[in-house]
């Protein structure tokens, strides 16, 4: 009987493995592919902006916060009304200067040396830089060092004694920078291109020189520090590990006995125009094989009511599958890169750009091709597939605007600094789902203008062939010999 018993256990076995090894055996049954366009999604969830609390001390600092308690890190950036556009003209650099040595030349309770052993004994960062349009002054802490790292970061942005030695390292570190600005001639392009359009002296395009830095002592860093950064122009934004009111007692224990002068800040916008309103320009580069391209003419403000439209208009024209790429890239051979788009920034005009690199004797023909390219979205409807996938290529990259809570706590900074309303990207985001075709169309009627177009090239005269005179306007070359000091 128990012989019998194991016979049928095998048996079972050897049925079972049989089973297997057959089922196995069997071609695989493949689901017949769907095309793409078979294709179905879910709804994208709706993107809400985490909650934060809005404060301000008694001394006009305004504080947000927002809790993150994914990782033990505590991070903050202050927005400081201040910017490289109101310096003097004569002292170009003295913004920047003032931003790299508030952080490098120690305070009024450490020295340089001794501020960047104690960052580094936190494992923290703290940077400070002054730009175009505002001032920063950022921290990146562990949660357990916050008592520690803020208290010093506080003490960087309030006490600042701009150490000569330090003032005069950074100065040479400018000098060099100028010395290589010449070196890229992509960089050329960009920064011949503002002066085109804003004009060399404007506040938007001006450039640091020898001159402009020989002219700016420590004194020069004192008076703009003094004269802008103050607690009633100072936006704090405060994200992480943390309890908001411990960080906020936190705050008022560094920043609360800070008192504004008595003086209220008059800080005046320069406004911005466009100098040349048409042209072709040079900036012959004998060593290239190839030409660097820029043109275009003054765009506008985030703030414009058609700007969603123009985003969308934008997302024609750019990227894999966009005109551009098509038509310049992958139909002429003309080029590896291309791009055009009308731009805006928070409270100046930007500027319509358009451009690429090409070869030499290519450059006519990209240049004409680019501007036909112009031309037909301002003149011919686009096509519905054209404006769906512009908008959903917009409306599907929302997701990574919010990718981290210290992204929307920036973006909401900007937006008071700036003046713009707190839920402006949503606006943004229903303008854009509500362009149409006709919108596109009367965007690009209105907003490229080819007859205020500036072309400049940066390459290699005597290799464009033909020659840029045949774009039907004389040629100016920009000459851009760097300035050399006064002995």
Same mark, same amino acid.
């Given at each position: ?25 069997? !071609?695989?049954?493949?689901?017949? &592919? ?53 310096? @003097? ?24 040396? %001794? ?11 703290? $940077? ?5 349009? /505002? ?19 506080? $003490? ?26 010449? *070196? ?18 404007? &506040? ?27 607690? *009633? ?12 009111? #411990? ?17 209220? @800040? ?82 100046? &005009? ?10 030499? %004797? ?5 240049? #004409? /091709?680019?501007?036909?390219?112009? %031309? ?8 519905? $597939? ?5 908008? *959903? ?44 075709? @006709? ?10 203008? &080819?007859? #205020? ?20 306007? %004389? ?7 760097? !300035?050399?000091?006064? /002995?």
């Amino acid at each position: 009987m128990q012989k019998s018993f194991k016979r049928f256990q095998w048996l079972g076995i050897f049925v079972l493995v049989m089973v297997m090894v057959l089922t196995l055996r069997l !071609p695989a049954i493949a689901q017949t &592919p769907r095309h793409y366009t078979d294709l179905t999604y879910p709804t994208l969830p709706e993107i809400k902006i985490p909650k934060y609390d809005r404060y301000q001390l008694k001394n006009g600092m305004v504080v947000y916060l927002m809790e993150d308690h994914q990782l033990p890190l505590i991070s903050g950036n202050a927005l400081i009304r201040t910017g490289s556009r109101l310096e @003097a003209s004569e002292k170009v650099g003295l913004a920047e200067l003032t931003g790299t040595v508030m952080r490098t030349g120690g305070t009024q309770y450490h020295s340089a040396k %001794e501020v960047n052993e104690l960052i580094d004994q936190n494992a923290a960062i703290i $940077e400070t830089g002054i730009g175009t349009t /505002s001032g920063t002054a950022s921290f990146n802490a562990l949660k357990e060092d916050i008592e520690t790292v803020f208290p010093l970061f506080a $003490e960087i942005v309030r006490y600042p004694v701009f150490d000569a030695q330090q003032v005069t390292l950074a100065k040479t570190q400018q000098k060099g920078e100028i010395a290589r600005r010449n *070196d890229d001639p992509g960089d050329i392009a960009s920064r011949e291109f503002e002066k085109l359009i804003y004009g060399e002296n404007s &506040p938007y395009a001006r450039t640091i020189e020898f001159t402009t830095l020989d002219n700016i002592s420590r004194e020069d860093l004192v008076g703009f520090y003094k004269t802008y950064v103050r607690p *009633d122009e100072i936006i704090l934004g405060v994200v992480g590990d943390f309890e908001p009111q #411990q960080i906020l007692a936190l705050i008022e224990k560094t920043f609360g006995d800070w008192t504004p002068p008595a003086t209220p @800040a008059k800080v005046e916008i320069p406004t911005a125009s466009q100098k040349y309103k048409s042209g072709v320009f040079l900036v012959n580069q004998p060593q290239l094989t190839q030409s660097n391209i820029l043109l275009g003419h003054l765009g506008g403000k985030f703030s414009n009511p058609d700007y969603p439209s123009l985003s969308v208009m934008n997302e024609v024209l750019n990227g894999f599958g966009g005109r551009l790429f098509n038509q310049l890239r992958s139909r002429q051979g003309l080029a590896y890169s291309v791009y055009g788009y009308w731009g805006a920034n928070y409270d100046f &005009p930007g500027t319509f750009l358009a451009g690429g690199q090409t070869r030499s %004797e290519t450059t006519v023909t990209f240049v #004409q /091709s680019l501007l036909k390219e112009l %031309e037909r979205i301002r003149t011919q409807p686009i096509t519905k $597939e054209e404006l769906e996938l512009a908008k *959903d290529s917009i409306l599907n990259s929302f997701v990574f605007k919010f990718a981290n809570s210290g992204q929307v706590l920036s973006r909401l900074m900007n937006y008071e600094y700036y003046g713009y309303p707190a839920d402006f990207i949503f606006k943004y985001q229903r303008g854009v789902q509500e362009t149409t075709i @006709a919108d596109i169309q009367r965007v690009a009627q209105k907003y490229l203008q &080819p007859e #205020q177009i500036v072309t400049l090239v940066v390459g290699n005269n005597q290799t464009i062939q033909p020659p840029l005179s045949q774009l039907g306007s %004389e040629v100016k070359v920009v000459d851009v010999t760097i !300035p050399q000091p006064k /002995s």
